[in-house]
């Protein structure tokens, strides 16, 4: 049977399961082309579902995609073909019992499977990824997650692949009469089909032990090929970490004997939660000074804590349903977040999330793909695992830690895992949970789940010297979005402090306070502070205490002045992107005018004072130094003016280089101790201000600082330093020697997969270099594999989504390219095909002239052929 046609799904439809499954027994017999999935499962009547009368039974829908039926036994009787009918996206069976067994056996076929969703290989290596509905093309079944079975899985296997998992605790092994290996885990917890897993390949492992709070031994291995055996320990360490973290601020402690974690090259996403057997993609676990950059390390700490983390929340309480995603995933972001604030820089990881939200997550918001936290509808669920869902579903969650304060926001959290442990439960149930612990109102609140749009608050303020009264007005207002015309107010906190004269911070109340938060529930509201003596500038929305957009209009004086004093770090780096993007954005205006651009003078004087400040964290200094990327520059205009966007941003990096040269070589010279690589938040905020300095230096393409470079990159420390040192010569200094430097490192690099990665990025990513025939040349090269997602994202990815320059060619060829590797993608991995298309769905922003060009290549795409349901959903709504 096909897939079914795209068809919409509502959240006001959902029903109870007619029917559970209490226990689901699976054999797998593998083989590339014809693996054998026997499954036995105990059904059951769900007594939610039946009504009153109990008349009829209704019958039992499975779901299944590209599976071969070869028999159904009822009770151990094979059904006759009149009661079991094959449609479309699965199978309908007539009920003639309230309580049966099934027993169906099907064939599969894992080697052609390169959508990697089910059951697939991946260098020789059989992996599974079942979330959100890939478990129906292994067996059929009530693939949907409120559906929760006991799995007992045994894999028979070749002798070849002697390391054979699944989830839980491993019960039975031996060998067949035929010599082939048989292993059969057993997992306790009941689950639904997408949390399960299987692996099976010629695996080695590193293995460790985690002791519990209450005292139990906990085995931890992390399972690769033996060429990466070698960087497994900072996964391992990361790992350790998280347990721990979780048990101390979440009182969450691990339930079975063993956790496992299985790296795996070919992989859609980052990582999956599977219970007692995460699988990652190879790139988001393995890491070695060598091999993987400081980024790549502290990515790896979030993405194991945050799988880690799901085992409570995702795993032992699930989601109803997958318009509830952001049940999981929200909250489990905001635990990851949280864990690497308290691992690292607070202020740094602060910045890190703002800057995706703001760039990606707003941008979304903005454009036809744009959907509330808990979406009212979707036709595909793997269009839904965005970053509304995840990043803004995080700050919600965020948003009601400011609202309860932490030790209210532990005690709803308890009850949340307390009341619904072992259960598929709802935001809404989320929210209630953190009420009564707390006997708190979010009502209003509750909105943030059903309203999309990124909600824009202007604020005035007037100062009373006579009366020494100073008020804030807020006023908030929600643009419209797709299907969402009218808009309500929103409960925000607003975070806030005031600044005096001299810098230091004002007391708003008679406590002494010297921050605190806002609660603008109205459309428009006054606040106003007494006792204040002098008119104060005020620090507004702290630590980004809400995803919105506020806007105060600051003088570039006043935001100089924030830069240097605010006691909010967070709030320190907003004020110089503020003064950016008004220096980014006057620079657009001339250059669309004609006029010779004008020196930022300001933006310049902030950055001398910045880097002489040897106070501040070098890695906040890297991150104001920073300017914001071309993709943010867009988000935050009205229209996106590709060239003059590329053009304001390249003329005040150069004058800031040119102007500040000296100071940015005596930082550079500073930080550059040469010490053993370690990945902790001072050696990375270090690097990371070196090599920012770095850049700004062979920006002005002078020899001296190219020779410095070259310098750092002959050294060959740590990936970090020599991707940086390779990246600033490949864009800035001189084609022949970039080409060389680039062929002699793959030649030292060829083996390593994620050098590679880095490799194909570095180049299709840069505005200088990463031209479209350089990206048509790096996916003729022999180590790019069109069925490799890591590879696609590193060449495809890179030049459609961090090459603006490249991709914004004024020919429109970018745009027809990225048309062509949608097309031809759809029919390999239609996710990656999806999450692809997503820089041409925003169109309707650009000038006419793009504007034009991008519509045509949709459209292009859209007359292709008959696309899948992912790319359909993409595309039919950008064009709508
Ligand atoms: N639950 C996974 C996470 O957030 C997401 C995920 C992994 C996923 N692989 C996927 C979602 C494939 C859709 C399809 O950690
Ligand atoms: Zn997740």
Redesign the pocket.
Known sequence: MKDAKPQTVYLNDYQAPEYLVDRTELTFDLDPQSTLVKSHLKIRRNPVAADSGGRSLPPLWLDGVDLELLSIAEDGELLPAQRYQEEPGGLSLTVTKPEFELEIQTRIAPESNTSL?GLYLSNGMYCT?C??E?FRKITFYPDRPDVMSVFTTTIVAPAKYPVLLSNGNKVDSGTTDDGRLRVTWEDPFAKPSYLFALVAGDLQYVEDSFTTSTGRAVTLQLFTEARNIGKCEHAMVSLKHAMRWDEVVYGREYDLDIFMIVAVDH???????NKGLNIFNSACVLASPETATDAAFQRIES?VA??YF?NWS?NRVTCRDWFQLSL??GF?VFRDAEFSADMNSRAVKRIEDVTLLRTAQFAEDAGPMSHPVRPDSYMEI?NF?TLTI?EKGAEIVRMIHTILGADAFRRGSDLYFQRHDGCAVTCEDFVVAMEDANGADLKQFRRWYSQAGTPIIEVEDEYDAERAQYSLTLRQRTPATPGQEEKLPLHIPVAIGLLGADGKALVLDKFGSTDTVLHLTEESQTFTFQDIDERPLPSLLRGFSAPVKLRYGYTGEQLQFLMQHDADAFNRWDACQRLALNTLSSLQGQYRAGETLDTPSALIDGFSVLLQNSELDPALVAKMLALPSAQELAEQGDEIDAAAIVAARDFARQSIAVALKPLFLARYQALDQRKPYRPTADDIARRGLKNTCLAYLCMTQDQDALALARTQFERDENMTDVSAALAAMVEYGPKDAAEQTLESFYRQWQQDTQVVETWFGLQSSSAGFGTLDRVRELMAHPAFEMKNPNKVRAVVGGFAMRNFNQFHHEDGSGYEFLADQVIALDKLNP?IASRLVTPLTRWKKYRKHEAGQIHSALKRISDSGELSADLYEMVSKSLA
């Not at 992989?267 to 939660?273: S, V, Y």
């Open positions: 969703e990824q979330e959100a890939g992989f859609n996403m980052g990582a999956m939660e993405i945050h799988e799901h995702g999981k995933e489990t793997s695992y995840y996710q």
